[in-house]
């Protein structure tokens, strides 16, 4: 299983920025996607945005042209810079991994998530 460990929410005003930081540690032999999600309350987690291990990234459209995925391969580390926020994006956010481990010999690959973080963007 993957550790992961999430800092950077908080309350901000409309306009503002964050940086979301997730780091992982484990029996890691490779990290593959890595990825942000959001959840409201009483609702499903949603995709924020992705990243390969190659640094192909997607975003969700609510989010395309303000949010930022980056990662750091040697840190087992990613980011999502947060830029000209907006009330709606008020949410718990998730960070999660897809990564082979070696686990007791063998080779598995795992999903794991983080605790979430809040993100409350208000005046």
């Known amino acids: 299983q993957v550790q992961l460990v999430e800092s950077g929410g908080g309350l901000v005003q409309p306009g503002g920025s964050l940086r979301l930081s997730c780091a992982a540690s484990?029996?890691?032999?490779?990290?593959?996607?890595m990825a942000w999600y959001r959840q409201y309350p009483g609702n499903q987690r949603d995709l924020v945005a992705s990243i390969t291990s190659d640094g192909s990234s997607i975003y969700a459209d609510a989010v395309k042209g303000r949010f930022t995925i980056s990662r750091d391969n040697a840190k087992k580390t990613v980011f999502l810079q947060m830029n000209s926020l907006k009330p709606e994006d008020t949410a718990v956010y998730y960070c999660?991994?897809?990564?082979?481990?070696?686990?007791?010999?063998?080779?598995?690959?795992?999903?794991?998530w983080g605790q979430g973080t809040q993100v409350t963007v208000s005046s």
């Open positions: 484990g029996s890691i032999i490779r990290m593959d996607t």
């Open positions: 999660s991994t897809i990564a082979l481990l070696l686990v007791r010999g063998a080779l598995r690959t795992t999903e794991d």
